[in-house]
């Protein structure tokens, strides 16, 4: 069903982002991107220019196979290519300047969403879907734009949205966090993933503040109309009392602030004056994006938050930033690792009952109507993009961090994760975390994960 165009006074957000090639040796490459929402549409030209190199072997992009491409060139001749899943291969021209364009659209309909969840439902996520609240969520990760996984490259990306609209965009810590109107920014970013958030204004209804020691938890919350207070025995339980929905906000805040405090304590003190929570639509979102978080509503509600989900992502403040992106391990210590520390702080308020209750849960978890324990720590470490098993990173992996941690104590544990996620200078790999664990006399027991079958 196509709606009628509004005129919309369109405002323009420049945000430029730099990679700086990691070898100052390559030739970076230049994206300019130009992303139009419109009409609950996205309209996306991609402009890539680089040089031919020993850096660019591969003739294919990895690109979601639903997007219905309407232009391609390359060096301005009409590209050949072909797709299969979500690899789309190109052939190479002889010249040794690349000149890519493509042009396409990403459906945001909220009369779409059905389609749209259908459509990428073998995909990842069923985003970007516009629902009641009037926002998207876009990223490359689920291969909403092409993707190269072998160079670092200078990204230009410009969104223009409708007056009516905001953007968020993922940037590092203490850099301002929301593109209002007629504002120009620019980000720097160091890995290849270029997420955003668009919602429209004006649509929060309350704002909630709690203090803790010099940060400030701020959530804001979509209209109170209904809220999911639970999920027992499959059947949500729906409130629409105001006080109950209050309430239910307290506990949000205070269990949020109370996440921070322990992280600050138990990791390492980071500088977080305003922390804020911004709360979605979009069905089964939940995104750390650097200097906030963004929170489908579904998920606030108090068995998520018993299930730590929304600790979980205020973890990622510590853990899992500066992970290599697309290197050995990546999951297993951007995310197995920061769930199990999740974990711990958990037990820090629910008492080591219900801490080793979850850990059972997670060992006991079946896959596809088999046993878990056949599951290998090598294979948890070789979980990659484009084929993630979500079991195996937030449940195997998990335990394997929980083992891990029973071997060598907590202490240890902590100073190891301390020792190697604490650094700013560069991007951690799992050799990292190996040297660390080396450094603090624990390499037996870590090989006794390989051995493992949990
Ligand atoms: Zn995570």
């Known amino acids: 069903m196509k709606k009628l165009l509004p005129i919309y006074i369109l405002i323009f957000v420049l945000i430029s982002i730099e990679i700086k090639a990691q070898d100052s040796k390559i030739k970076s490459w230049d994206y300019n991107i130009n992303i139009e929402f419109k009409d609950t549409t996205l309209y996306i030209n991609l402009h890539l220019k680089a040089f031919k190199t020993e850096n660019w072997t591969k003739n294919f992009f990895l690109f979601n196979r639903y997007i219905k491409i309407d ?7 009409p590209l050949n290519y072909i797709r299969s899943n979500d690899t789309l291969y190109f052939e190479h021209s002889n010249s040794d300047k690349i000149n890519f364009f493509i042009s396409y659209k990403i459906p945001c309909s909220l009369y779409e969403s059905s389609k749209i969840i259908k459509i990428f439902g073998d995909s990842i996520f069923a985003y970007p879907a516009l629902l009641d609240s009037n926002q998207v969520f876009c990223e490359r990760y689920s291969k909403f734009y092409p993707v190269i996984y072998d160079n670092f490259t200078n990204y230009k990306v410009k969104i223009t949205i409708p007056k009516t609209y905001e953007i968020y965009v993922e940037h590092k810590a203490n850099e301002k966090i929301l593109s209002k109107n007629n504002i120009i920014s620019t980000y720097i970013f160091f890995d290849e993933d270029f997420r955003f958030f668009i919602t429209k204004a004006n ?3 309350s704002e909630k503040i709690v203090q803790n020691k010099e940060t400030y938890c701020k959530f804001y919350f979509l209209p109170k109309d209904k809220r999911l207070l639970s999920i027992k025995n499959n059947t949500p339980k729906y409130i629409t009392d105001l006080n109950q929905i209050d309430s239910l906000y307290n506990v949000i805040a205070n269990r949020s602030a109370l996440a921070v405090k322990w992280y600050q304590t138990n990791l390492w003190y980071k500088n977080i004056d305003t922390l804020p929570f911004i709360e979605t639509g979009i069905f089964g979102l939940a995104v750390n994006m650097r200097a906030f978080i963004i929170f489908d509503r579904s ?10 989900a929304l600790s979980h992502e205020i973890g990622h403040f510590w853990i899992g930033y500066n992970v290599k992106y697309l290197s050995k391990g990546f999951y297993f ?7 199990y520390i999740n974990l711990l702080f958990y037990e820090s308020w629910a008492g080591n009952q219900a801490y080793e209750n979850a850990i059972k849960d997670k060992i006991n978890l079946r896959f596809s109507n088999k046993p878990f324990f056949t599951v290998s ?5 070789n979980q990659k993009n484009g084929d993630l098993n ?3 990173i937030y449940n195997k992996g998990v335990v394997f961090a929980y083992k891990f941690c029973k071997l060598i104590g907590k202490e240890k544990f902590l100073k190891i994760i301390r020792e190697t996620y604490q650094k700013t200078d560069n991007y951690i790999t799992l050799t990292d975390f190996e040297n660390s664990i080396k450094k603090n006399g624990c390499l037996k027991e870590y090989l006794q994960l390989y051995e493992m079958k949990l």
Request: net charge negative; no cysteine.
């Open 390 to 392: 979500f079991e195996l």
């Open 299 to 308: 998920l606030m509600n108090m068995e998520a938050i018993d299930n730590y």
């Open 71 to 77: 232009k391609a060139l390359l060096n301005n001749k």
């Open 377 to 381: 720590f090598e294979q948890v470490l």
């Open 333 to 339: 210590l951007s995310e197995s690792i920061n769930e």
């Open 203 to 205: 649509i929060f209804q």
